[in-house]
């Protein structure tokens, strides 16, 4: 049975740095498109970033653009989002999750498997 679970989530003042992580069992998900994906207190869940298959291309939202890093090594069926100058607005909780097709992904709907979420709490 495939699954995915976040850590690295925790509690940051503004301006700091959080790496979450995803592992990967149950399968072996190299071939597949991951992105992570956030939402906060009240919101619908959004896009933040994706991953091709290779690691080689990577998309962000506009929010995400600049400070945020999205990364995988498939060797260890993981995936990363390396998140620096962090603001209070960037508190959710952060889903990670894997597609078929391999490419960039910017809907949820392209991905089939996801995590439980990990929570995100930047403080002011």
């Known amino acids: 049975q495939a699954q995915l679970v976040e850590s690295g989530g925790g509690l940051v003042q503004a301006g700091g740095s959080l790496r979450l992580s995803c592992e990967a069992s149950?399968?072996?998900?190299?071939?597949?498109?991951r992105g992570w994906f956030r939402q906060a207190l009240g919101k619908e869940r959004e896009f933040v970033a994706s991953?091709?298959?290779?690691?080689?291309?990577?998309y962000y939202s506009d929010s995400a653009k600049g400070r945020f890093t999205i990364s995988r090594d498939n060797a260890k069926n993981t995936v990363y989002l390396q998140m620096n100058s962090l603001k209070p607005e960037d508190t959710a909780v952060y889903y990670c999750?894997?597609?078929?097709?391999?490419?960039?992904?910017?809907?949820?709907?392209?991905?089939?498997?996801w995590g439980r979420g990990a929570q995100v709490t930047v403080s002011s």
């Open positions: 999750a894997a597609g078929l097709g391999g490419g960039i992904r910017v809907d949820e709907s392209d991905y089939a498997f």
């Open positions: 991953i091709n298959w290779r690691g080689d291309t990577t």
């Open positions: 149950g399968r072996t998900f190299s071939v597949y498109t």
